[in-house]
């Protein structure tokens, strides 16, 4: 593989080992490499590289060359993909069986459906940027905690389960 060729494709993510990188012009002098490899079925790895600024003015993508050869260095010096990962670290394993990331789910979900009726009230046509909204919106993250931690077999019930489990 020649310098030019390595230069002008970039290698796969070193975080996820995905090939659907992108090169993004960020603004009339500069590029940056995104990653767009999918992960799982709703996750997208979204990994960034340096910002290459542009060598000379005959570029047509100014700092494309230069974000591409530091995301290839980048991607070069680690040489595992997400699946390697997996199997290496079983904290990931151990978080995934305990439900951290359905309850991350469920948090998410909670929060945006609290902002839409927060922002939207029901029955009105007000939005958030009015008084009543703005004191609909105040204390939200505190209302989403608590209607979490009350969800069927959320993460405070599964947490008390893993604590029973540990105890006997």
């Known amino acids: 593989m020649s ?3 390595m230069v002008s494709e970039p290698l796969p993510c070193p975080f996820c080992g995905q090939q659907d990188a992108l090169v993004e012009q960020l603004d009339s002098d500069a590029s940056v490499v995104i990653c767009q490899g999918r992960i799982d ?3 997208v790895c979204l990994a960034r590289g340096p910002v290459g600024l542009q060598q000379n003015d005959r570029e047509a993508q100014p700092g494309r060359d230069a974000a591409v050869a530091e995301w290839n260095r980048r ?3 680690s040489t595992y993909g997400l699946a ?7 904290r990931r394993a151990k978080l995934l ?3 951290r990331a359905q309850g991350l789910k469920e948090a998410s979900e909670l929060c ?3 902002g839409w009726a927060a922002y939207y009230p029901p029955g009105t046509r007000y939005r958030a940027f009015v008084p009543k909204g703005r004191t609909a919106l105040g204390d939200l993250l505190i209302k989403a905690a608590n209607a979490i931690a009350d969800l069927p077999d959320g993460p405070y019930e599964r947490f008390k389960a893993r604590q029973a489990r ?3």
């Open 112 to 114: 945006s459906r609290m």
């Open 75 to 77: 991607s070069q010096s």
């Open 41 to 43: 079925e709703h996750s």
């Open 166 to 168: 540990k105890k006997s």
């Open 3 to 5: 310098d030019k060729q």
């Open 97 to 99: 069986s305990a439900g």
């Open 84 to 90: 390697d990962l997996d199997a290496m670290d079983p």
